[in-house]
């Protein structure tokens, strides 16, 4: 291991509040008392590594040999691509049999459109019995000792929460033995100075408390978004570490999982990554509880059968992963792909990006679905869902840049294509409805010519089986539902449904999670179409912090996002009220979910029906009733970490605190006075003020950063009066 030799752990050093204590000493006893230890360094010393920027168009590092597929995962992948073919070819079959033998121009719009849709739905049920066949990770007797770096990139975050979380999994590694070769690094891209000093008082906090080395670097330039902060610790810092486990700021894995991957990583030189299942924790609202509880029943068998056909070719999620640093350096540089965005600039999906250059070079990368004790945040509203999908629809669609990219593997091209059709099937979708809708108008509105031409011997008439058109619909259906209907009869044989309040309320949550999924996803249908028409049309999505903890939106946002919805809902039936009632019976649970948006967006983001639905058993997970000892332990901790009101006035009033904020600060680089405008012009503005809260009313928010982000700054502006 080229790693660096390892540093004293934090707690060595004194608490931040030290100082605190000494100033309220007798003045009399000032020459008694022994200056306090000077605070430990932000970071530790760099081990910079290699981390060169990729080219799309070469070929790939050189890397381990690729293995061949082992016979199981063969196994899984005729379940799942064979089992779609038969699915796509007997639905593609049983279409062409509905439209007869003379099929019209829209027939054959449909029937494209159908067998689309149909293998989507097809190739969801089939990769989910691929996991029937699916490998038993193992975790070897040999711990290793590979160094370790849990790494939590923060943008814009609750530095209370954040640091609760890892303070607990802190406490963790520790006692699963990690102590000794695992540190935390906290890596902030945050912008805005209403966050600078709760991020470093609350880091202060945990670092004074952690039994593991706690490190915090917060960039001055945030470069690449979120890869582009895990690519600048990886090359100042990565030569340190031999393996990072890549958090999210509200997601944490358990330290005996972190002991465990480590340990499987150890033990296969060729493995470059390991992500888990992260199971969603801590929803409070309707639609957080519809999610979290579809993703702890259904989410695993789905999860298990993905990682049966990808094999060691699988793909990365972003975050609750053990990652090997040096194949990470060596293969996932990302340049800025070319041109402007949507289509070019920062690679917002890098995840899966990242995981298919690993596999080119011949790393392994691998989903260990038995790897549970991983958690992360969920969704709390509709609305706050749809901004996330906005990023990730633009990131994925960035992807077509890529796919054909050279080296990458069949299975990494499949992985990609997912992807995309995960958020293009929405307008499939609706194109199919709308062409059906057609179809039904031409045969209504026109009079059909029987004999179009003088010599035909026989009528041209239009057909239309409709009870083999039932049948398709049924089967449609039934691929649609069978995952869910076998993940709830898995958890009836399983003590899930005992920790999830029992078989009937497990029934009874499925079907009322069945029911808002109908209602919402016709919504989501139209919002991803919208979201798709935006990128073809040149539209950035941007990259905003997300929303962890949402709440009830107001009427008037709700009209405003959804009155289109309700407007296209509202026209349809009266068209097909007037024109083909019996349409409606199909059509109604897209038609109720489009008109009933606004009350479905409003009242699903209700914190207090959470409440009444976890009080009746409803949408509950194992995780509830019987929490994790680290989720109950980050609440605690948050509890105590979580900095002052107003951490900047805090800075004021306290040197003490003041010191600890200083000390996490980034070393100011030489910069001519044109480039340091913000900081001159706060010093004017603080000798023109009387007091620090006036000063800080003087100040814009650049010069708020500068201020925040200078010692010389912060003691001209505490000097003055509170």
Known sequence: ???????????????????????????????????????????????????PVQDFRADPPQGPARQPAAPAVRAARLIAFGGTAVVTGLGCWQMLLVFGDRIQPLQYALLGLFTLTFAWVGFSFCSMLAGLVARQPQTPDDPGDARVAVVMPIYHEDAGDCMGLLAALADELAAAGLGARAEIFVLSDSRDPAFFADETLAVAALRAAAPVPVWYRRRIENTGRKAG???????????RYDQMVVLDADSVVSGQVIAAMSARMAADPALALIQTIPMLTGGQTIFSRVTQFAGRFYGPPIARGVAAWSGDNGNFWGHNAMIRVAAFAQCCGLPDLPGDPPWGGTVLSHDFVEAALLARAGWAVRLDWDLRASYEGSPPTLLDMAVRERRWAQGNLQHLRLIGARGFTWVSRVHFVIGVLGFVMSPVWLAMILVGMALTANVILSQPQYFPSTF???????????????????????????????AIGRAWRRPLAAASGGRSRVLASALFETVMSALIAPVQMLIQTRQILEILQGRNSG????VRKGSMPPWPLVLRRHWLHVAVGLVTLVILALLSPGQLIWLAPILAGLILAPLTSRWSASAVLGRWARLAGLLVTPEERSPPPILSAAVAHARRLRPPADATLALGRDEAVRAAHVALLPPLPDRPAAQRLPAIAAAAKIDAAVSQRQALDFLDRAERAALLSEPALLDRWAALPE
């Open 229 to 239: 902060n895990i690519a600048e610790f990886v090359r100042r810092w990565g030569g």
């Open 1 to 51: 291991m080229n790693s660096a030799p390892p540093q004293p752990p934090v707690t060595a050093a004194a608490p931040a509040t030290a100082p605190a204590a000494l100033s309220a000493a007798p003045s009399c006893m000032a020459d008694a008392v022994p200056p306090p230890p000077a605070p430990p360094p932000a970071v530790p010393p760099e081990s910079p590594l290699s981390m």
């Open 543 to 546: 990259w905003e912090s997300q």
């Open 456 to 486: 035909q011997l026989f009528p041209d008439w239009p057909t239309f089986d409709a009870a083999r058109m039932k049948w398709l619909f049924a089967a449609a259906m039934a691929l649609l539902l069978l995952p869910k209907v076998l």
